[in-house]
């Protein structure tokens, strides 16, 4: 990044009213996990690691 204030760890909070909405982070950043470790796969290793 070329912005020095946008990098590093970043956190939010989730309202203890809306306690699904935890469920629905969680998927979405597992998603985005995956996504992210097939696109090295496929990148860099001729082969499909699972």
Known sequence: MK???LVGNAS???SPR???LKEAV???LE???VMV???INTQFLP???H
Do not use: N
């Open 3 to 5: 912005a020095p204030e």
């Open 12 to 14: 939010f909070g989730i």
């Open 18 to 20: 809306r306690p699904e």
């Open 26 to 28: 969680d998927g979405a």
């Open 31 to 33: 998603k985005s996990s």
């Open 37 to 39: 470790s097939e696109r």
């Open 47 to 49: 082969f499909r690691v």
